[in-house]
């Protein structure tokens, strides 16, 4: 984009200053309402309940944010992230961007789906797993499975098998997983011992026993994945394929499909030994049992099983097929986990899988994890998982960037290019993982572009934050200096005095900072008094930004707000020429044009309109946007006309 800065205008924009003069515009309408807002960004009511007593971290993204193999895709962020209340459940009203039409919650978080698609309506975003679907009687398996393969039993309509029950899993396992196998970190990283020499990768039974479990934990993958095993005895294993019976146990194990909820993490079925003709209860002692997984082999909508690929294996050797190299056939993981308060120590054995073919993913074994429960199970040679005490929900981080957008001529209209002062935001929240309140905000704002004629101050205010709620303000900058003008601000600090509530000032000559450098930038750090700070009283970055014209000159009556933003008690020049402003209505910085004094744009590849062009024939579905008051095209900013903008 280019960054540009004019000293001077054309005769007609410098006779179109001499004649706004303060003139009264008329009263108006009743109520804000009777005028468009120009939001790019509105409240939506997020609910959110994960049906468990557990405390989740979730992010809301608005698109599937999962690529084929289970990466978050390039370039894509979430627009908003929390963590919920003890009992799984979080409510607020949250400010994200207007064109959210699909929502996703996500969260790496073990117990729980990753990838839950919520529901969308009339300014709300909802995702309830108690009310996904439900469940219908067992019926008769509703699908096929391959010829090669047995059923444990059969399934229902939402592919749960009809003889699973469920029990809780042992306290602290799911937090033991997850420190060990934290999502999307190569094993290595922490614990390369789990790749070396000797690995364990099936389960020994040292004991005769009719009582083997196998248990669902979790699943962080975003296929719909078939779980099954084998058996063979220990002193004579399989020399192919061929020499074992697979047997499908879970046909998908998944948390959610398409129809609703799967499985819940407890869930389990007895596993049953195959004497060579029929399952039966009893396994013999010397009896291995290994595993496969077929990513992305269930079919929601038909019940059926296919080989999609093929199976991979806990037996390495079976892996042959599909990896021809012997370092990277290994899929899985067995890791012992001692169960708490038990005498004498009760150890499971979790088997954790990857899902995608190695060397070319992640690599963090953690996308099927499932665990067994019998006795007898030898442990020698396997790797225990960690022990408490695990840590907390971590502290966490909301990221907002956009680009603010200012006509200088306000009062009256300009022409409409929607370039005279132009400056791009990027803002992190940082919010405590345990409750959510906000521990302090780093915003960092780049002066782009001003085609003003004079030179021109901006600020914000955080909500309806008091001053006293402020702790600290920190500035820091890229630019040789800044310029404060004769704004009355804390020396150091950018809080302007006199003001209610907290009132931040960033520059005061735009100008100035364009003729001293490009491409630099001011930080502005705020921490605040109460230790429970909430995001709601500051509001949601830019938080209500303004211009100051003029500022330059020694003005500070002369404050530009989004529209129906209120003013800070120092603004003048309300309801001035075609600024239909009534403090009385609430309503604030409106006009009877089809074009706002100012416009926040919540993404930041947006590309400013060349000088001159009006903004709706830069951006061809603004005038739609505008028509329609939001309902239609409100992602207008993304589309532009690339001759009539300028191109980074």
């Known amino acids: ?78 627009v908003f992230g929390a963590t919920t209340k003890a009992d799984g459940t979080y409510s607020e009203v949250i400010d994200i961007p207007s064109a959210v039409a699909e929502a996703y919650i996500v969260t790496e978080q073990y117990g729980v789906p990753s990838l839950v698609k919520a529901q969308v309506t009339n300014g709300s975003i909802t995702m309830d797993l108690t009310k996904l679907g439900t469940k219908s009687a067992p019926v008769t398996r509703t699908g096929t499975y391959p010829a090669d393969m047995a059923i444990l039993c059969d399934w229902d309509s939402y592919g749960k098998p009809v003889d699973a029950k469920h029990q809780s899993l042992p306290a602290g396992m799911l937090e033991a997983l997850r420190v060990a196998l934290p999502p999307s970190k190569h094993v290595n990283v922490n614990h390369p011992e789990y790749l070396q020499a000797p690995v364990v990768t099936n389960i020994r039974l040292t004991k005769a026993t009719n009582d083997v479990k196998l248990v669902f934990a979790h ?28 047997i499908i146990a879970f046909p998908d194990a998944s948390y959610v499909n398409d129809k609703g909820v799967v499985l819940e993490s407890g869930d389990y079925v007895q596993l049953k030994y195959w004497d060579g003709a029929k399952l039966v209860n009893d396994f013999p002692a010397g009896t291995s049992i290994g595993f496969f997984i077929i990513p992305g082999s269930y079919n929601a909508t038909t019940g059926n099983v296919s080989k999609t690929i093929d199976p991979i294996y806990t037996y390495l050797d079976f892996n042959a097929t599909i990896q021809p190299d012997p370092q990277y056939r290994q899929h899985n993981l067995a890791l012992g986990y001692k169960v708490p308060n038990t005498n004498p120590q009760e150890k499971v054995m979790a088997i954790t899988f990857e899902d995608v073919l190695r060397p ?112 600290s303000v920190t500035m820091s900058t890229s630019y040789p200096s800044v310029s404060m003008g004769t704004f009355d601000v804390d020396p150091g600090s950018h809080i302007e ?30 921490t605040f008094t109460n230790s429970k700070q909430t995001l709601r009283e500051i509001s949601a970055p830019p938080y209500n930004p303004f211009m100051i014209s003029e500022s330059a000159t020694g003005r500070r009556d002369k404050e530009v707000h989004l529209p129906n933003y209120a003013p800070t008690p120092k603004a003048d020049w309300l309801g001035r020429n075609d600024d239909r402003s009534d403090p009385s209505k609430g309503i604030y910085y409106v006009s009877d044009h089809s074009f706002p004094f100012a416009l926040k744009i919540p993404y930041a590849q947006f590309l400013l309109p060349k000088s001159g062009v009006r903004i709706d024939s830069a951006y061809p579905k603004f005038s739609n946007w505008v028509k329609t008051n939001g309902a239609q095209d409100a992602d207008w900013y993304k589309h532009p006309d690339l001759s009539k903008v300028y191109i980074k």
């Open 1 to 78: 984009m280019r960054k540009l800065l004019l000293f001077a205008c054309a005769f007609g924009m410098i006779a179109a200053m001499q004649s706004c003069q303060k003139e009264n515009s008329g009263p108006a309408p009743d109520g804000k309402d009777a005028y468009f807002g120009f939001e790019t960004t509105k409240d939506f009511t997020l609910s959110v309940n994960y049906g468990k007593s557990t405390q989740v971290f979730f992010e809301v993204y608005e698109e599937n944010p999962f690529d084929s193999n289970n990466a978050i895709k390039d370039g894509v962020k979430p």
């Open 219 to 246: 699943m962080s993958a975003s296929k719909h994945t078939t779980l099954g095993y084998f058996t063979y005895p220990t002193n004579n294993p399989p020399a192919s394929v061929n020499d074992v019976k697979k």
């Open 360 to 471: 070319n993913c992640d690599n963090d074994f953690n996308d099927i994890i499932f665990y067994v429960e019998a006795d007898g199970i030898d442990d020698e040679d396997i790797h225990d998982l960690p022990e408490p005490p695990y840590p907390p929900i971590p502290d966490y981080i909301i990221n907002y960037e956009g680009l603010l957008i200012f006509e200088d001529l306000w009062p009256c209209m300009g022409d409409y290019d929607m370039n005279d002062v132009v400056i791009r935001y990027k803002s992190e929240v940082h919010r405590r993982g345990i409750d959510n309140s906000v521990i302090k905000t780093i915003d960092t704002f780049y002066p782009l572009a001003s085609y003003a004629t004079y030179g021109n101050g901006f600020g914000y205010q955080m909500g309806s934050l008091p001053t006293s709620g402020l702790a």
């Open 497 to 526: 005095k006199g003001q209610p509530a907290a009132t931040l000032l960033v520059f005061s000559n735009m100008h100035q900072l364009l003729s001293s450098m490009s491409g630099g930038e001011i930080t502005i750090t705020t």
